[in-house]
């Protein structure tokens, strides 16, 4: 049924992934181009730029970038739930195929309970030094330092070296848990409020699903820069996700580039 699909740009996207995308039908726009709005503002990407892209889910990035990349350019679009991945690769690829997408079965407690391999077993089969833009949204907001910093030394090797890594973060100090406190929850954050500390500068969200949302202190980011080879290429770019009422992006964006 048609009811079952969420018509977007020429797409039918089965509801379901739109769900496991993240936000829904009524977000997907803003989110999408809301996306598109942070990259140019913080790591513009060319139209022969090659961009890799980590959690793409059913191609919400995916298909604003088949409108700014030009057939100089590429995208490999990377997710741990097969069945987005299948319908990117039917529905995205044959009329871009420079548009790559690769699946990993990778355990996730909150989406994908079942899988066989975990994110430190991932090697990209990417060749070194031949990305210009590597971009997450909401992916390492719920994953664990040892994860993120596997992740981060693979994006090291396959970044240009004048390249750049896009991503969002939930970033901790004490001023930010006490605005979290009496921030209103919302359908996007629900309640971020980072109660539980969850090992060295880490805090989670939820002890019983610890993957639903975690946040670092600025310290442990550090740490992971420098066992990655990276560092910030501007300073963070705070959100509004804990109550600030002065920015418009929602998560904290970091950009890094290579040392």
Not at 194 to 221: H, M, Q, R
Request: charge should be negative; charged fraction near 25%; glycine fraction near 8%.
């Amino acid at each position: 049924m048609d009811t079952d699909f969420f018509e977007y740009e020429g797409y039918k996207i089965p509801l379901n992934l739109v769900y496991l995308t993240g936000g829904g039908t009524s977000t997907w726009d803003a989110i999408s181009k809301g996306h598109m709005w942070q990259y140019s503002k913080y790591a513009p990407i060319e139209s022969d730029s090659t961009v890799l892209e980590i959690g793409c889910g059913t191609g919400r990035d995916a298909i604003q970038l088949t409108k700014h990349l030009t057939s100089k350019g590429a995208y490999i679009g990377v997710d741990i739930i097969l069945e987005s991945i299948e319908w990117c690769q039917k529905n995205i690829s044959p009329t871009f195929p420079n548009f790559t997408f690769l699946h990993y079965d990778v355990k996730s407690q909150i989406h994908n309970s079942g899988g066989k391999i975990d994110t430190t077993d991932i090697i990209l089969p990417i060749a070194d030094k031949s990305v210009d833009r590597i971009i997450l949204q909401s992916v390492f907001t719920h994953m664990f330092e040892m994860e993120i910093t596997h992740y981060l030394k693979e994006f090291e090797r396959v970044l240009k070296d004048e390249g750049r890594i896009c991503t969002s973060f939930f970033i901790i100090n004490e001023e930010v848990l006490e605005m979290a406190k009496t921030t209103a929850p919302t359908l996007e954050s629900l309640e971020l409020s980072f109660k539980v500390p969850y090992g060295k500068g880490c805090y989670i969200n939820d002890a019983v699903y610890p993957e639903g949302a975690v946040g670092f202190t600025e310290e442990a980011l550090e740490r992971m820069m420098k066992s990655s080879k990276l560092m910030l290429d501007q300073p963070i770019n705070f959100g509004s996700w804990c109550g600030r009422t002065d920015k418009t992006d929602g998560q904290d964006m970091v950009i890094f580039k290579k040392i």
